[in-house]
């Protein structure tokens, strides 16, 4: 997935309805809110909330240092 791609934008957490955060490296966009990633396969996200994946503390600290460079 294109980090300029306009549907960024208006991507949301199927769950909270919040904003999403796209993390190139890891393919995945972030709800920092929920500690959940979801998955982007083949230029895909899969935003279901059944495809969210809980984040350790750890890996939260890691996306958030990502999101902020």
Known sequence: MDPSDPLLRILVCPLD????TFLAE???LYNPRLHLSYPIVDGIPQLLPASGDRVREDVHEKYLRTAAD
Do not use: F, S, T
Request: charged fraction near 45%; avoid cysteine.
């Open 26 to 28: 890891e393919e995945v």
């Open 17 to 20: 309805k919040g904003p999403l």
